[in-house]
């Protein structure tokens, strides 16, 4: 097989500038640091279940009576774990609705604006929630379900704004490669929260959040003043001129062609004319560009399992098989680390093969294998962390991809091409749809094992899995049978 054009002649790095660079770190950290907030709360979850229930069923802190008496919210862990899972529910959803609003407000506005405005925002709701609270002994189930509302609302102004800001420097050819190394920086979040937590967990868990949310704080300023949102602001060419300059580029790797081969590129440039703002689409026109909708129900399930292993995998650590807490978070790293190496590797491969949906195929039908390894696993932190790397790589990965590469793709296809305004629209319905799903799963994943224990929640995880599959199973039909048909070709040629 034929190596495309950006493996060839050095094509995929030789255009990249400093400014490239920067915008790359730029947005990596800023959305590392968003999750690295939402990461203190799932590492924290044993020690607030345990400032929460009284003190009959709490051996590790002792305090005055009066004082349990305000922070007496629930009579056991049990329900404690329950609300606990709800917070994240209550999350997930307003994250979800933001998403929705955010792509739509990111392509309007300046997304440097907006990404500023959400991390700091959010940064100080972190800060009231864990550290106020706590400092204050103010303990109300009604105040923290606000607070998280909030803070959902703000999170979501992160991922529609960092996609676009990607997209408008960093065009289709090698996007696969690009977008799968950076994607990994909500798994790079995940292990700055869990280092963060876990560093000062020993002086109490409001401390986690206050060093969280601080770090995420001094981020937004640094966003503020110096993200560049696209290269026109330095007066470079857009990536849109110059892929119309690009041998093959013309190929998107998802169009709305049934039949691939029929595919002709449009040239029609006219020489010397200034690259002209397009209007941003609606969210109805969003919705109807090819792919949207397969791939956003497909997320839908892929990040319920995703998420529901971010939010309550050291709590499984902790809970199945008695592990110290901070160990726990250490350990839960190895998830992370498996995801940052798959969703890279199989963006590579989906370059070489200049198609997504069959990398993702493979990879889930490999995740369904390690998902039941993993739930046997034996009561061995090694082997655990190996068969815990293994999951991320089947099932980070290709969440990586989805919400980064693939989202990319979608929001600068053919029908829309030139527009730089349908990116954070597009990609704020693919993640937002994705965080509806996730929002369930938490509160089904903490319902499931308190009635059925630990093994059903991964029975639950494999069904979601498979669902999956199920949803963009068209476009990896007619995906594979063009590359089959690519292959013969090529043969015949020879």
Not at 103 to 130: E, H, K, P, Q, T
Request: charged fraction near 10%; aromatic fraction near 14%.
């Amino acid at each position: 097989m034929a190596w495309p054009n950006i493996f060839r002649r050095g094509t995929l790095f030789s255009r990249f500038s400093h400014h490239h660079v920067v915008v790359f770190l730029l947005t990596f950290f800023s959305y590392s640091l968003l999750h690295a907030s939402r990461k203190t709360f799932s590492n924290v979850k044993v020690s607030i279940s345990k400032q929460w229930t009284p003190s009959a069923f709490n051996k590790s802190i002792r305090l005055p009576v009066e004082i349990w008496s305000s922070n007496h919210l629930f009579p056991s862990a049990e329900e404690a774990t329950l609300f606990l899972g709800t917070l994240d529910t209550i999350f997930l959803f307003s994250y979800a609705v933001g998403l929705f609003i955010s792509g739509i407000v990111g392509d309007r506005l300046n997304l440097r604006w907006v990404l500023s405005f959400g991390m700091c925002s959010s940064a100080l709701v972190v800060y009231v929630f864990g550290t106020v609270t706590e400092w204050l002994h103010f303990y109300n189930k009604g105040f923290y379900c606000c607070l998280w509302i909030v803070n959902g609302l703000l999170q979501s102004t992160g991922w529609p704004c960092v996609v676009a800001v990607m997209g408008n420097w960093f065009g289709k050819a090698g996007r696969g490669v690009v977008f799968g190394l950076w994607s990994a920086c909500a798994s790079v979040g995940n292990i700055l929260g869990a280092c963060l937590a876990s560093s000062v967990l020993q002086y109490g868990y409001e401390y986690a959040f206050l060093v969280t949310a601080a770090v995420q704080f001094a981020g937004g300023i640094v966003i503020f003043f110096g993200l560049l949102v696209s290269p026109e602001e330095i007066g470079l060419p857009g990536i849109e001129a110059e892929e119309h300059f690009e041998e093959d580029s013309h190929r998107p790797l998802i169009n709305g062609a049934d039949n691939e081969d029929e595919y002709e590129p449009n040239y029609s440039i006219q020489e010397g004319s200034a690259v002209t703002q397009v209007k941003a689409i609606s969210f109805y026109q969003a919705c109807c560009l090819p792919g949207v909708i397969p791939y956003s129900l497909a997320y839908a399930c892929l990040k319920l399992v995703n998420y529901s292993f971010f939010f309550w995998l050291p709590f499984y650590l902790s809970n199945n098989f008695g592990w110290k807490e901070a160990e726990a978070d250490k350990l839960s790293i190895w998830y992370d680390v498996g995801g940052i190496i798959g969703g890279t590797l199989q963006g590579f491969i989906s370059d070489i093969l200049q198609k997504r949906a069959p990398v993702l195929a493979l990879s889930l039908l490999l995740a369904v294998g390690s998902l039941v390894g993993y739930s046997r696993s034996p009561n061995d932190k090694s082997i655990n962390a190996l068969l815990m790397a293994v999951t991320g790589f089947f099932i980070g990965g290709p969440s990586n991809m989805i919400s980064s590469a693939i989202s990319a793709d979608l929001g600068r296809q053919e029908l829309i091409q030139g527009s730089s305004e349908a990116l954070a629209t597009v990609t704020g319905i693919v993640d937002g749809t994705g965080s509806i799903g996730a929002a369930v799963g938490q509160y089904l994943v903490s319902l499931i094992q308190d009635n059925l224990g630990w093994m059903w929640v991964f029975y639950f995880f494999i069904l979601m899995t498979s669902c999956t599959i199920l949803f963009i199973s068209p476009l990896i039909v007619r995906e594979t049978c063009y590359l089959m048909q690519r292959r013969q070709a090529h043969v015949l040629s020879e």
